[in-house]
């Protein structure tokens, strides 16, 4: 079985380590264990070998929780990128040939369990270095027991229960010994969080990195292991993994053998540990100086910006400002979205028309243009000042709409008063592109996206366009341009450290755990509203009051549970967050099995273009919840269940 971790006397590190600029390091071959801790540089390399593992989810092709859910389709067939967990979303997963196996490594998955015994061989071998400091010695520890937490974290999420890997067998162990079975979910939540504590409690960790890719950005810190204990423990208390019935035949062998791996009665008790770790790790980087990012000017001299401008760049600076960002947590530079931003930005004129041009074929469907609020920042469906039934017909900009829409074009009602996010975050025909073509940069002469049959952003052959008529603005850096050749490669483009954390991810965990320990009060919006107001929105309890259809709905648990869930997803937004909370809500048997929309993106006349069209009709099944673990390794390990389903 390939996740037995077994220590032999021969260690080949022959992993390529994907950290970039400080941790830009290949790792040599070294001939034997002893070898790599005789000395500091050895040693550095295997640290950045366990570095190496990380996920590269700023890369599309490699993020599964990019790809894999209802956030973005492709034309099909696929052309230009090979996102194998697109397969996941059509229904395709298989427990032969695993999409994304995290377990084997398979089909764009890493192995991760390669990565555990990685991290315990560091572990276990750093003390033996002599030619290097305490402190740094100490430091580095830290580091990588942060990363054994996180690469049991992240197989805990996609298989649910696993096999906990505390230390590495022995050569010589007994057969009975290699084949170990999965644990219950709580004992793989609470040695995270063990770890995790471990982590936070080194004084050699730093607080937080201050600088650029070339200094230490993208090692681990304080905070970041703060704030990854706080996502871990509302993972454990949320529904898939706290009180979940539906998985009562998962359960274990050998020793008490027969009882559910996941308990089918909640514990409240887990969201007061949530609260806790979430108030620690928001209280702990306000001490050093985090918060929620807004456009600054000062980095962008030249610019002439108005305030509504100024919030739309506020909300894609918290993701793509990569040296001066108080918002990321968690800046991971083993993955920088690069050609992302290029497949993502719409042809917007005649020069971009070329081979290194932009391509735009990551398509959110219209549930996404639907998923975030109207101006008044309630949704869609219960604002009681706007046109849901008529969110299709075509309507025709006004001067009112000079910074959203271009004037006296039409497009449908759906794309008028809307919140500040959905200009941000998603560009659609008609609608206004600030910056990103040839450093235009002024309000007075802003592009707009020409969709149509035969306009720039249209189909023009067999790839490059959007299958649904919407493409992700949210992910594309403001410096990264289309030059007048189309190139937007090298010094055009603008890559950025993937956020895997950030502080409005926190706020909104936070608020959540809250509501489901004390229900609606002053605490639980003090932390939405937070949000919101960054997003250009009054708080939760004005907007309904005053717009909403259902005016008493914040006022309940459960009617705030739905609020906050919507916030996450509008305000995460093409970060890779949905697809995990929508699991671990038990959600995504309602929201995965609708069809996925576009537009009739091949017609010219308006009334045509505006015609909703199903790309595909997705379903979702209870054994989706979790991976398949390969066969193979079931066949391998007899103590080893399958999860139900496959």
Not at 151 to 161: A, D, E, I, Q, S
Not at 434 to 450: A, C, E, H, P, T
């Amino acid at each position: 079985m390939k996740h037995v971790i077994i220590t032999t006397t021969i260690l080949l590190l022959t992993g390529m380590c994907a950290c970039k600029k400080y941790l830009d390091v290949v790792p040599d071959q070294v001939g034997t264990i002893d070898n790599a801790f005789t000395q500091r540089s050895t040693a550095e390399k295997f640290l950045f070998t366990c570095y190496s593992y990380l996920p590269k989810h700023g890369d599309m092709d490699d993020n599964p929780a990019f790809n894999a859910g209802d956030e973005v389709w492709y034309m099909d067939p696929i052309r230009d990128v090979d996102p194998d967990f697109w397969a996941i979303a059509r229904g395709n997963q298989s427990v032969g040939n695993p999409m994304g196996s995290f377990w084997t490594g398979k089909n764009q998955g890493i192995k991760l369990f390669t990565a555990l015994r990685d991290c315990n061989i560091f572990l276990s071998g750093i003390d033996k270095v002599r030619d290097m400091e305490a402190v740094e010695r100490e430091r580095w520890k830290a580091e990588v027991t942060f990363l054994k937490a996180y690469y049991h974290f992240y197989l805990v999420r996609m298989y649910g229960p696993i096999p906990i890997i505390r230390e590495n067998l022995p050569v010589g162990s007994a057969p009975e010994e290699v084949q170990v079975p999965r644990e219950h979910v709580d004992s793989c939540f609470s040695y995270i969080v063990q770890l995790l504590n471990e982590a936070a409690a080194n004084d050699a960790l730093p607080a937080r990195v201050v600088g650029t890719e070339q200094t230490e950005l993208g090692r681990i810190t304080k905070s970041i292991v703060l704030a990854l204990k706080a996502k871990v423990l509302v993972t454990a208390a949320s529904p898939l993994f706290n009180g979940n019935s539906d998985f009562v035949g998962l359960h274990t062998q050998g020793k008490n053998a027969g009882e559910p791996l996941i308990n089918p009665v909640a514990d409240p008790k887990k969201w007061e540990a949530a609260v806790a770790a979430c108030k620690e790790a928001i209280d702990f980087c306000h001490g050093n100086a985090y918060s929620l990012q807004r456009f600054n000017a000062a980095l962008y001299p030249g610019w002439v910006v108005n305030d509504t401008i100024k919030t739309q760049l506020g909300i894609r600076m918290a993701v793509t400002e990569k040296d001066f960002n108080t918002e990321v947590i968690w800046a991971n530079t083993s993955s920088r979205a690069s050609d992302l931003q290029r497949w993502t930005m719409p042809i917007l004129g005649s020069g971009a028309v070329s081979s290194s041009g932009p391509k735009g074929i990551l398509a959110p469907p219209i549930k996404m243009a639907e998923l975030f609020y109207t101006k008044n920042g309630v949704p869609i469906t219960e604002d009681k000042t706007w046109d849901y039934a008529g969110r299709f017909q075509l309507k025709t900009a006004t001067p009112a709409d000079t910074f959203y829409i271009k004037k006296n074009e039409q497009t449908v009602k759906l794309h008028f008063d809307r919140e500040p996010r959905f200009y941000a975050d998603l560009a659609f025909d008609r609608g206004i592109w600030f910056g990103n073509w040839i450093n235009n940069y002024s309000v007075s002469n802003m592009l707009f996206v020409k969709a149509r049959r035969a306009e720039f952003a249209a189909r023009q052959g067999v790839s490059n366009f959007s299958v649904t008529g919407y493409w992700i603005k949210k992910l594309i850096n403001m410096s990264t341009v289309a030059a007048a050749d189309g190139n937007v490669t090298g010094s055009n483009q603008t890559p950025y450290p993937w956020p895997e954390i950030r502080l409005g991810d926190l706020y909104l965990l936070y608020a959540e755990a809250l509501n489901e320990v004390n229900g609606p009060g002053a605490e639980t919006f003090r932390w939405i509203d937070a949000v919101r107001d960054r997003a250009g929105l009054p708080g939760v309890a004005y907007s309904w009051d005053n717009f909403s259809n259902q005016p008493t709905r914040y006022t309940t648990k459960s009617g705030l549970r739905d609020i906050i869930h919507q916030e996450r997803l509008i305000e995460l937004a093409f970060e890779g967050q949905r697809f995990w909370d929508l699991r671990r809500w038990r959600e995504a048997h309602v929201t995965l099995n609708a069809p996925i929309k576009g537009w009739s993106t091949e017609q010219q006349d308006p009334a045509a273009y505006y015609k909703p069209i199903v790309q595909w009709s997705q379903t979702f099944k209870l054994r989706d919840y979790f991976w398949p673990i390969d066969q193979d390794e079931i066949l391998r390990n007899k103590k080893l269940v399958q999860n139900p389903g496959w």
